[in-house]
């Protein structure tokens, strides 16, 4: 009984029987965590932002090699200036 009074402020009534205090509060813990991914998704995680990267790369590539092949006056008439071609290719590609 007295580890049990070590963890607990109890009293005891006229009959010897242990009660907790009134005014006593007990502390309880409560655990919890974040799901974990498993190794593999985080792995395809990567794999698939990786593609997506390379995919986006190369649009913009293209993009600019085929805009960069136009005469200055075939861009003249599409309203662009060399010096836009990366801005107007990366614009073409994130919209």
Do not use: C, I, K
């Not at 007295?2 to 813990?29: I, K, S, V």
């Not at 655990?31 to 792995?43: G, I, L």
């Not at 090699?65 to 662009?80: F, I, S, V, Y």
């Amino acid at each position: 009984m007295r580890n049990l009074e070590a963890y607990m402020t109890l009293r005891r009534d006229n009959r010897n029987n242990f009660y907790p205090n009134r005014g006593a509060t007990m502390a309880y813990l409560n655990q919890t965590s974040a799901p974990h991914s498993s190794f593999m998704t985080r792995v395809s995680s990567v794999l698939s932002t990786m593609v997506a990267r390379y995919r986006q790369n190369r649009m913009y590539r293209e993009t600019y090699n085929g805009l960069n092949a136009l005469t200055d006056r075939e861009l003249a008439d599409l309203g662009l200036h060399r010096s836009q071609l990366a801005n107007t290719a990366w614009d073409a590609v994130n919209r």
